[in-house]
């Protein structure tokens, strides 16, 4: 079992920069394919982004080429770094794990609470 924990979301322009990190406690993230979603009011929960166990990454078409998904073993985190960033990226942003690749939110087994992002001028 793994305890997901993000952080670094806030307020941002259109057009600035975050990244968010995901650390884990209890097992590696290594274990496991890492992938972000996000939901904002009123819409179901959207894939993001994902790293499989062997560092393989893939990124919804929203947000290929401003997002990327990268882990530090080391540090026992990943991270989620957004750029170019849009009014329509509000939302808030969850790390989670899974066993099997995915990209259906109903396939990750375990969840972060959560951190909000907010894309305004």
């Known amino acids: 079992q793994v305890q997901l924990v993000e952080s670094g979301g806030g307020l941002v322009q259109p057009g600035g920069s975050l990244r968010l990190s995901c650390t884990a406690s209890g097992r590696t993230v290594s274990s496991y394919n890492m992938g972000w979603f996000r939901q904002a009011p009123g819409k179901e929960r959207e894939f993001v982004a994902v790293i499989n166990r062997s560092g393989d990454t893939f990124a919804a078409d929203s947000v290929k080429g401003r997002f990327t998904i990268s882990r530090d073993n080391a540090k026992n985190t990943v991270y989620l770094q957004m750029n170019s960033l849009k009014v329509e990226d509000t939302a808030v942003y969850y790390c989670?794990?899974?066993?099997?690749?995915?990209?259906?939110?109903?396939?990750?087994?375990?969840w972060g609470q959560g951190t909000q992002v907010t894309v305004s001028s």
């Open positions: 989670a794990a899974a066993v099997n690749i995915a990209t259906m939110a109903s396939r990750y087994n375990y």
